[in-house]
Structures are given as structure tokens and as C-alpha cells.
Antibody, heavy 117, light 110 residues
Framework: QVQLVQSGAEVKKPGASVKVSCKASGYTFIGYYMHWVRQAPGQGLEWMGWINPDSGGTNYAQKFQGRVTMTRDTSIRTAYMELSRLRSDDTAVYYC??????????WGQGTRVTVSS | QSVLTQPPSASGTPGQRVTISCSGSSSNIGSNTVNWYQQLPGTAPKLLIHSNNQRPSGVPDRFSGSKSGTSASLAISGLQSEDEADYFCAAWDDSLNGYVFGTGTKVTVL
């Protein structure tokens, strides 16, 4: 079955960077785009962008352009999302989600990132 | 921040029908299909409805979706206690060239 397993929780200081991983199994990794979505405490869902694991092509939400980098390593079926120049309002749970058609049919368990001095 | 508007809350007693609306614009719902996600407390979102009204395998037929113009709706019939969750609509937005989510609706089973 399709599984997306994300890396563990992170605590970072303002101004630092964080890199979250998402290891895929149960399907052809390069056959499906991957979304990254975040959710601040008590808030809604916010789309950050997607990566095409086949080509490495990306499309970032305007809000995050210049601060986010999405990459992948096809040899280990893993996608990455790196967010730099962290601020306190980046504290959130970050999810990867496989794209099927125009929806996200499978989600990772989430990675909690806390930004605090 | 969210470009799709949902009511913050909805409620019903077991067995009732609850409907959640999602209002957008011509650049998102008006020109692209709508998806709905269910998020149970403390868990990742789960795809509930895709392509306006299609249920993925395993989703009970109590859940149904519809779309008209720049709005969409999710209906839950025969409400059950396990349906207590947050529900989000979503669609691609051609103007933003990005995926947008609704503000979210918390469903409470009384």
C-alpha cells in the first residue's frame, strides 16, 4: 500500500533552516508529483508547492518563493522540503502529500517544526 | 489568506444531514474541480471527495460532493459520531498558479 513516512519533529531558532524528508513506498515514486502543505497550530491548511520527482521541476507558492526549496533523491524514493530564514510564524506541522490527478490522495503523518528562541 | 470560504462550524445530531459550503471564484472553483479533505483530531488530512463528486475507495457513500458555478458543497447524510472532524475544500487556482484550501469547517455531532 502507498506510504509516506516523514522525518521527526524539529526545534529551530529564528533565522535557521529546516529540512523535512518524506520517504515514499508502495508505488512508483517518479510517477506522481508531491505537494507540501503546512498547518499552523489551530489553523487551516496552506499549500507550499509541489515537486515533480521525475524531472525535479518545482512550483512554489508565491508566499514561500525565495525561502523554500523542494528536492528529491530518486535512488531512495525520498522528497525533501527545506525552509530557510525561519520565523516564529513558521511553527507548524508540515505534510507531504502525493498528487493523483488534481487531488492529494495519500498524506504523510506530518512533521512538527517549532521555531523558538 | 485562504481564498476559499467555508463556514467555521456545522453541527447535527446522529442520523441528520449536514451540508458544508465552499465559496470561491472564477479562477479556482469556477474553472477547476473541487476536492474535500477530512481531518480527524490529531491526524493528517484524508481525501474524502475528488473531482467535485467522486469518492475514493473506502469512503462511505454517506459523503457526497457537488459543485455549481463558483461554489461547492459537501453533504454528510446519516451523521455519525466518527464524522466529528475538520473538513476542508480545495481547488487549483489559475490566477495564483497554486493549490488553495478553504478556511475549514469543524463538524460537531451533538
Amino acid at each position: 500500500q502507498v506510504q509516506l513516512v516523514q522525518s521527526g519533529a524539529e526545534v529551530k531558532k529564528p533565522g535557521a533552516s529546516v529540512k523535512v524528508s518524506c520517504k515514499a513506498s508502495g508505488y512508483t515514486f517518479i510517477g506522481y508529483y508531491m505537494h507540501w502543505v503546512r498547518q499552523a497550530p489551530g489553523q487551516g491548511l496552506e499549500w507550499m508547492g509541489w515537486i515533480n520527482p521525475d524531472s525535479g521541476g518545482t512550483n512554489y507558492a508565491q508566499k514561500f518563493q525565495g525561502r523554500v526549496t523542494m528536492t528529491r533523491d530518486t535512488s531512495i524514493r525520498t522528497a525533501y522540503m527545506e525552509l530557510s530564514r525561519l520565523r516564529s510564524d513558521d511553527t507548524a506541522v508540515y505534510y507531504c502529500a502525493r498528487v493523483e490527478g488534481n487531488s492529494s490522495d495519500n498524506w504523510g503523518q506530518g512533521t512538527r517544526v517549532t521555531v523558538s528562541s | 489568506q485562504s481564498v476559499l470560504t467555508q463556514p467555521p462550524s456545522a453541527s447535527g445530531t446522529p442520523g441528520q444531514r449536514v451540508t458544508i459550503s465552499c465559496s470561491g471564484s472564477s479562477s479556482n472553483i469556477g474553472s477547476n474541480t473541487v476536492n474535500w479533505y477530512q481531518q480527524l483530531p490529531g491526524t493528517a488530512p484524508k481525501l474524502l471527495i475528488h473531482s467535485n463528486n467522486q469518492r475514493p475507495s473506502g469512503v462511505p457513500d454517506r459523503f457526497s460532493g457537488s459543485k455549481s458555478g463558483t461554489s461547492a458543497s459537501l453533504a454528510i447524510s446519516g451523521l455519525q459520531s466518527e464524522d466529528e472532524a475538520d473538513y476542508f475544500c480545495a481547488a487549483w487556482d489559475d490566477s495564483l498558479n497554486g493549490y488553495v484550501f478553504g478556511t475549514g469547517t469543524k463538524v460537531t455531532v451533538l
